[in-house]
T-cell receptor, first 115, second 115 residues
């Protein structure tokens, strides 16, 4: 079945450091790929998405490129801020044409940014 | 900005008891979902619901679980006889349609503790 694997966490960075959170997936067909973020005490919020190969999703300085050849969707940010401290989830949807709407998540990566 | 709300934020129950978790999806959304996250594990899909019936469910969603949209605004998840392993964070989500690239909006979650 479909699956998503994220890099092990937690990740701790200093403010203005470069961030990469790795995400790889296994799926039949052509899924859409997402990054969701969860701030303390809140629900999951969509951060960015990409719906086909080579698409780049971007939002709030975060970027991720849909790489079909490596089945990856790594999250990057050039300069993190303390306010980026949260849990980040990679997810996919729509693989194989039989699971529309259902999201399959990675295990989440806790990011802590220190001043 | 419209948001998905969930009540209660924390529910404590005895094993074998019935619990009902409540969600109010965004008003013009048509598709509704429940996910759960056991502490330290992935967010897992439970069920999707459209037009007053289940459109997809996971292996987790057995006969102990049911969903209902009783009054056109609430969306509930019932667990008939709770088990210790049902302890988890339960997230409700809604979307305008079921397309794989459409955003799902998540509530803040209900933490269920089964003693």
């Amino acid at each position: 079945g479909d699956s998503v694997t994220q890099m092990e966490g937690p990740v701790t960075l200093s403010e203005e450091a470069f961030l990469t959170i790795n995400c790889t997936y296994t799926a039949t067909g052509y899924p859409s790929l997402f990054w969701y973020v969860q701030y303390p005490g809140e629900g999951l919020q969509l951060l960015l998405k990409a719906t086909k190969a080579d698409d780049k999703g971007s939002n709030k300085g975060f970027e991720a490129t849909y790489r079909k050849e490596t089945t990856s969707f790594h999250l990057e940010k050039g300069s993190v801020q303390v306010s980026d401290s949260a849990v980040y989830f990679c997810a996919l949807s729509g693989a194989g044409g039989t699971s529309y709407g259902k999201l399959t998540f990675g295990q989440g990566t806790i990011l802590t940014v220190h001043p | 900005e419209p948001e998905v709300t969930q009540t209660p934020s924390h529910q404590v129950t005895q094993m074998g008891q019935e619990v009902i978790l409540r969600c109010v999806p965004i008003s013009n959304h048509l598709y509704f979902y429940w996910y759960r996250q056991i502490l330290g594990q992935k967010v897992e899909f439970l069920v999707s619901f459209y037009n007053n019936e289940i459109s997809e469910k996971s292996e987790i969603f057995d006969d102990q679980f049911s969903v209902e949209r009783p009054d056109g605004s609430n969306f509930t998840l019932k667990i008939r006889s709770t088990k210790l392993e049902d302890s988890a964070m339960y997230f409700c989500a809604s979307s305008r349609d079921s397309s794989s690239y459409n955003e799902q909006f998540f509530g803040p979650g209900t933490r269920l503790t089964v003693l």
